[in-house]
């Protein structure tokens, strides 16, 4: 029994989607596919009473899934399936070239962002004991003077640069309404004109 358990843990299965995604109308293929997906991890991984909830599908995987539309989906796909507590984890065995390249750029730029907030504490936690020790005189004041103008230098060109964009989106949304009111304008006209030409004929 130990044995058993111990290979269900981690699993690698090839799923064949062609079958269940025929079973529905071309607009709910991809949705099909994974709800296909699903019911044989959670048919061949035991899982109690079949729960569908208890299968969380990787963020790649989906993508791979979606890539191609919502009528259109792949109709083969080889996955890994593990264990972790209640929940099941599906995943590719084989990420893709152009899944392989964006999840690469998504972990640069949270390696870089992690490296900001490091270099940011770092720095706040070298100019707080700095502050304490300065004696309280003329020049910490000019110092600190110099900072909040600089601070508010930053602040003002954000303020600045939100306001540009808040005046052209409503000079925008300005330019739209006149045009739709002139269309709407130049439709009623004519139609008048005509009525009045006919009511003339008619006496």
């Not at 593990?82 to 949270?110: H, I, M, T, Y």
């Not at 706040?124 to 000019?142: D, F, H, R, Y």
């Not at 303020?159 to 949304?173: D, G, I, L, P, S």
């Amino acid at each position: 029994m130990a044995k058993t358990k111990q290979m269900a843990s981690e699993r690698e299965y090839v799923i064949n989607l062609r079958r269940e995604i025929l079973k529905v109308p071309r607009y709910r293929r991809t949705p099909k596919a994974v709800k296909a997906v699903k019911q044989f991890v959670a048919k061949h991984m035991r899982i109690p009473e079949r729960d569908l909830n208890k299968v969380k599908l990787d963020k790649w995987l989906n993508q791979e899934l979606w890539f191609r539309g919502i009528q259109n989906p792949i109709t083969k796909i080889k996955v890994n399936v593990k264990r972790e507590g209640d929940n099941v984890l599906v995943s590719l065995v084989e990420l893709p070239d152009k899944l392989r390249f964006k999840k690469e750029r998504e972990e640069k730029a949270k390696q870089k962002a992690e490296k900001a907030n490091k270099e940011k504490k770092i720095k706040e936690e070298a100019e707080k004991p700095k502050e304490e020790n300065k004696p309280l005189g003329k020049v910490s004041k000019t110092e600190n003077e110099h900072s909040k103008t600089e601070e508010k230098t930053d602040s003002e060109v954000k303020e600045e640069k939100e306001k540009e964009v808040a005046v052209a989106e409503t000079r925008e949304k300005q330019a739209e309404m006149k045009a739709k009111e002139q269309k709407h304008m130049d439709r009623i006209k004519p139609a008048k004109t005509e009525r009045i030409q006919r009511k003339a004929l008619q006496k």
